[in-house]
Structure formats: structure tokens, C-alpha cells
């Protein structure tokens, strides 16, 4: 099974730039489907963006214009670029990768990491 390690959280200001990064153990080209999600205290984690093989992206709506998720296929590394960041934003992050093989479906989740927006 994939094993995710995220990286890149930490504190950032109202309308300033986080990235986070997802390292995968094996060659994202295998995996049907990469994405971040968030989960705020006392909420439910939600979808934040999402990445197909094929490379087509999607975003909820609150971070659309604002969030970007890209991959470096050489380096198995999915990340999530954060700009404009409003105190909302404050969650933690986990990576997410999703294979479809043989008929069944594989989920595997990051430890996640600590994204705080705050002046």
C-alpha cells in the first residue's frame, strides 16, 4: 500500500503563501487519484483539491482562484500551493490517494499537517 508523507505546514498570515507537500512511496503515475482535504476543529473533513492521473484538477469552492495543486512526477511529490490565505483556511491538511486495482478500491491517507492562519 502507498504510503503519503505531507510537509510544508506551519503559520501564515491573512493573504500570505503556504505550500504543502505529499510524498508518495511509489510512482504517482500509478495512482488514479491524488487530493488534499482539510479538517477544522469541530468539523468534518472536507475536499480541498483534487488531481486525476490523467492530470485533470478540482477544487472546492471556497479555495477556487486561491489554491493550486500540482504534482512532480519525478519526485512522486503532489503539492498544494495556498496563496491569498484567510484564517478560515486554518485546519489540518491530509494527502490523499486513491487505486483503483483489479476491482478494488484503495484509500490511503497522510498524517496530516498543521496549517494555522492568523495575524
Known amino acids: 500500500q502507498v504510503q503519503l508523507v505531507e510537509s510544508g505546514g506551519g503559520f501564515g498570515q491573512p493573504g500570505g503563501s503556504l505550500r504543502l507537500s505529499c510524498a508518495a512511496s511509489e510512482n504517482i503515475f500509478s495512482i488514479d487519484v491524488m487530493g488534499w482535504y482539510r479538517q477544522a476543529p469541530g468539523k468534518q473533513r472536507e475536499l480541498v483539491a483534487t488531481?486525476?492521473?490523467?492530470?485533470?484538477?478540482d477544487y472546492t469552492d471556497s479555495v477556487k482562484g486561491r489554491f493550486a495543486i500540482s504534482r512532480d512526477n519525478a519526485k512522486n511529490t503532489v503539492y498544494l500551493q495556498m496563496n491569498r490565505l484567510k484564517p478560515e483556511d486554518t485546519a489540518i491538511y491530509y494527502c490523499n490517494a486513491v487505486k483503483i486495482q483489479f476491482g478494488a478500491t484503495y484509500n490511503t491517507w497522510g498524517q496530516g499537517t498543521q496549517v494555522t492562519v492568523s495575524s
Open positions: 488531481m486525476t492521473s490523467s492530470g485533470r484538477t
